[in-house]
């Protein structure tokens, strides 16, 4: 009964993607009370809206079919074509930003995945030769179980980070985060906001989880607002993952 729930709340769930410079006063005032809902900071609405909304091009809104009311957000950018490491190789890259999803709806299949999918795999097709990755700012071990469902990412407990990954990684890092952003830890050593106790602690219990551990242990001040910063290649093995898991989360909801 619990899996039929979660699969109705779950189909209740509509997408609505705009530019963030489209929002109208009302949206972002809606965006922020929910954000506040998770997040401990002295921002203001138009804090929130010139720091967090406007340095992404697009949100993604997530409303209940039934009643209209917002069940989460997330914001990401459009793909960054023509970029070049050191050693000349050109990559696509696509900003991922952390989304809030309300209680009711957080054990239930993940909007953010089928959203994120649909991006992917067209820019996949437009673009079969050149490598695409996603850049992530990991505040919370949510954000990084997010994240690591990826397949390709770094860092992670079980694989040295490649030199690749490591240069895309301080590039994105430096780009979004300027002077905050620590190339030997690979943090954003920020203090702007943080997360309310009883979001996203971690107990005794979730460190028995290798990657929530590991987690913790390269952002042991993730509670003063520090973030990971996480990359992750994106290839047809990792795409058809996320198609599986986005089925099996349709069905039986998250675990």
Known sequence: MNKLRSLKRAKQLTTLVR????????AVVELYNLW???????????D?????????????TFHDRETGDLGGFVFND????NKRTKDGMKYTLLKQAAGHMRPQYRN???PMYGMMFKILIKESIRHPFTPIFTGWRCLSYKGYLMAINMIDVYPRYDAKTPPLEKSI????GKDVGGDNYDSQSGLFRE???????GVADITETHLQNPHIRFFQERNPDWKRGHL???????TWRMLFRLIIKIMIKSIFGNK
């Open 19 to 26: 530019r963030s410079k489209q929002l109208d006063e009302p």
């Open 36 to 46: 506040k809902e998770n997040i401990d900071a002295m921002w203001s609405v138009d």
């Open 48 to 60: 929130f809206n010139k720091h967090f909304i406007q340095k992404y091009e697009y949100v993604a």
């Open 78 to 81: 459009s793909f960054i074509r």
């Open 108 to 110: 239930t299949f993940n």
């Open 169 to 172: 990684m301080d590039d994105y």
């Open 191 to 197: 203090e702007f906001t943080s997360i309310k106790d």
């Open 228 to 234: 990971l910063c996480v990359v992750s290649r994106v």
